[in-house]
Structures are given as C-alpha cells and as structure tokens.
C-alpha cells in the first residue's frame, strides 16, 4: 500500500478544449506551494489522472502539513489521505479494513456502535466487477473483519470512498475541503488595493479564487500613519500568500499626495479627490506590471466615499475597470468571510491607514464630477502621480522578516 493525497477539484473539470491548461496551473499552483512549505521534501510530485491529481514522495510526518497547505489553494475542492493498491479484489479488500480499523479508532470513543457505508466510483472500466457489487463485496468484508460497525447507507458516520483507475485503486475516507474556484493565473493579472481593514483582504481572496494573479499595492502616507499600521498590512499579506505563494505586496509613499490634498483642496472633498489620485497611481502600476484590472474592498454606502455617487466619480480617474467583490455583501458576510480566510484579527489591529486619518467631519456624499475636477485644480495631478508611481517599492514578505 502507498499512502497519497487524493486532491479533488470541480469547475475546471468543465472547460472544455482549455481544461487542460487550467489542470496544468493547477497542478503547477499545488506543486509551488507545497515545496515552498516542505523544503525538504523536493522528491515531492503532483500526479494527474482524469478529474484528480495526486500527491506523492511526501514523508508521513509532513502529511499534514502538505494537507493544510494543498487545502489553501483556489481550484482544489478537497483533499483527501487516500491508500492506493492494485487493481486486485483482495489488494482492495485489505486495504479496505486497514483503513477503516483506523476510521473507526478515531472516532468509536465512548460509542457502543460506528456506522458505515461504501461508495465506489469505477472509471477503470475494465474492473471485473462493477461499483455496486464492489460497494457490497468490500463491505461485507469490513463487517467481518472490523469489529463495532454497522452499515447505514443514508447517513453513515464515515464513508469509505473507492476509486478504482487505471494504475490503482484509491481508498478514502476523510476530506478536506477547499476553496474550490478556479487556478490563480488562468483569469490574468490584476491589481488589489489593501487598506489594512476587513474589507480589501477579502476581496483580494475572492479575486484569487476566481483565477486573477493579483499583486497588492498599499498607500502609505508616513510619518502621518507610522510603521506599525505598514506593519499590519504586511501581516495580512502574509496570510494571503497562502493561498497563492507569488503573491507580492508593494508600498506606494501617499505622504506627498495626500498633504498637497490636505493643504489645496476643499476639506468636504478631500476623500474623493484622494480615491481618486489612489486610481491614477493603481492604473499605471498595474500596466507597469501587465496587468487588466484593479480591485477594491469597496461596499455599496458602508461610507460617504462608497455611495453610487462616490463610486461613479472616483472611477472616472481610473484608466483601467474597475472591480468591487463585496459591493453587495453586508458587512457580517464580509466579517464571516475575513474570519474564514484569516485575516480578521489582524485587521481589527488598531492603526489607522491614510484614509481614516484625515475624514472631513460632513464628507460630500453626492459628489459631481464637474466638482470633483475643480477640487483638483489646485494641485498638479500628473506629477504627484509620477512621483508617487517611482516611488513604489516591493515589501518583503518572508517569515524572518
């Protein structure tokens, strides 16, 4: 017997002519995480057969560690720690009770009775007998041979899942699950804007859960937010790193802009001229580094920069579309959702971004763009943005740093 992680995946099973390249970033995603978690285990393959991929050379004392990792990375939908035997009854049959003796220790404490079932998928069509009959044979055996069981075909405390292939018979119960979607890098490249609060992590997974390849860039306006509040968006990332390893976060230095806007131009459209200036700086860096789109965290009237209104006049500044995830959602889902990924905590951290440093008492809510523009004339727009673009500095995100 080979011990193996089964990794399931759904959507892009369905792409057609194109699945094979959504299977090949997919694959490539997985193998990059894992060796950059478990260095020492370089003898570490991703396997593929239709509709899953395998892990295989892992020690069994990273088993775990490769589990949490792999269940991370957008397009996988479970991972499963399988067994695999040869196409042979009796191989199947052995390895059937092994691994249900070990199902049943975990879970038979302080219980007179385990339930179970078998379900048998048998794409390896040339396999003498056919899933039902597998489903009845191998069960029949497990009630022999593992005491305390009893079948429950409806809802049976531990499932014991069979795949018989071409090259093996795959033997599960236990998965977990992903976060499904589609492979970071198959749906281009884009740019994520991070504040530091709740809502921008979010909707920088939610843009990697759909395929983008996106890089953060963080506007920080020092000494007036000092090192700590970049310290915490350097947290978040790192978070967010795990479900894509080449994500990068950038610093752009705001201080100028956002001073020059303090200083020049009307107090009651000072958010709206500074959402605007980010989308000038956001546009050209994303081009810089070849990318489509910009997202936001922004949710429809959460704030006065965040009305219909608000939103229509900032994007005007903006050369490229413009895409909010959350523009919908209410704030607990967004809350739920940052508490699932991980970076809630860190965000609930209690240092302000260049945003919430300086909001007007009675911030327009309705701004005009006619009104917008007049507010800029005060301040020479292109080159704050130039400076502020060859500004931009990568941050590091390794651990030790």
């Known amino acids: 017997m080979e011990k193996v992680l089964l990794i399931r995946y759904g959507e892009i099973g369905l792409k057609g002519q194109n699945r094979k390249y959504f299977e090949d970033t997919l694959r490539r995603n997985i193998l990059l995480a894992v060796r950059n978690q478990v260095s ?47 196409n042979v009854v009796d191989a199947v049959e052995e390895g059937a009770v092994a ?48 005491p305390g069981l009893s079948v429950d075909l409806h809802n049976p405390d531990i499932i014991l899942n069979l795949e018989i292939r071409e090259k093996g018979t795959y033997l599960y119960v236990y998965d977990r699950p992903g976060p499904g979607g589609l492979p970071v890098g198959v749906s281009g490249r884009g740019t994520v804007l991070i ?11 939610m843009a990697m859960k759909r395929g983008v390849d996106v890089n953060a860039l963080h506007f920080w306006s020092y000494p007036i937010t000092g090192q700590r509040a970049k310290d915490k968006v350097v947290d978040i990332c790192k978070v967010l790193r795990q479900f894509h390893p080449q994500f990068r976060l950038f610093i752009a230095p705001f201080t100028d802009i956002q001073t020059q806007i303090i ?23 994303c081009k810089n ?9 922004e949710n429809l009237g959460q704030v006065a920069s965040q009305t219909l209104e608000s ?9 490229l579309p413009i ?12 809350i739920d959702k940052a508490k699932e990924i991980g970076t809630y905590d860190i965000s609930c951290l209690p240092y302000e971004d260049c945003c919430s440093v300086f909001v007007p008492k009675h911030p327009v809510t309705k701004p005009t763009l006619e009104r917008a523009i ?28």
């Open 99 to 146: 691994i249900m003796k070990e199902a049943v220790a975990q879970i038979s404490l302080g219980r007179s009775t385990v339930t179970f079932k078998v379900s048998t998928k048998r794409p390896n069509k040339s396999f003498p007998f056919t899933s039902p009959e597998m489903n009845q044979r191998i069960g029949a055996v497990i009630l022999k041979n593992v």
């Open 323 to 334: 895409l909010r995830p959350l523009i919908c959602f209410d704030k607990t889902e967004i």
């Open 311 to 319: 939103l229509t006049v900032i994007e005007d500044a903006a050369g």
């Open 263 to 285: 200083e020049k131009c009307p107090e009651n459209y000072r958010v709206i001229t500074m959402r605007r200036m980010m989308m000038r700086v956001a546009t050209e860096f």
């Open 374 to 401: 007049a507010a800029e004339k005060n301040i020479d727009v292109d080159l704050l943005v130039k400076e502020c673009v060859e500004g931009i500095r990568e941050a590091q995100l390794e651990d030790d740093i």
């Open 195 to 205: 504040s530091g609060g709740i809502d921008s992590p979010v909707s920088a997974y």
């Open 289 to 297: 580094e070849g990318g489509q789109v910009i997202f936001t965290g």
């Open 40 to 86: 020492d285990n370089q003898d570490i393959q991703v396997l593929r057969s239709y509709g899953r991929f395998y892990l295989t050379g892992f020690d069994a004392e990273h088993q775990e560690e490769c589990m949490d990792v792999i269940s991370k990375i957008p397009g996988v939908v479970g991972v499963c720690p399988a067994i695999v035997v040869d």
